[in-house]
């Protein structure tokens, strides 16, 4: 079986274009307490989507979060 990228993110920003959808998933550094520095986000990853597989995320996204319960569960289209 191939390895997949496992990253964790604590932030997201989605860009629309006319191409498609950007989603971006950043992760910022720890808490530093008595620092008042703007604190600093690293790019995890970045997933380019058309914008047919945008739409169709879209509508898994709403299916995945109407379902009941907070057991782990996968949908896919």
Do not use: C, W
């Amino acid at each position: 079986m191939a390895e997949y990228p496992d990253v964790y993110a604590d932030g997201i920003t989605i860009t629309v274009n006319p191409l498609g959808i950007a989603v971006t998933f950043t992760r910022s550094d720890p808490a530093t307490p008595g620092v008042t520095e703007t604190e600093r986000r690293d790019i995890v990853a970045r997933v380019r989507l058309p914008r047919q597989v945008a739409e169709g995320l879209q509508t898994l996204l709403q299916q995945a979060l109407a379902l009941p319960g907070k057991d782990t569960k996968s949908i896919s289209h």
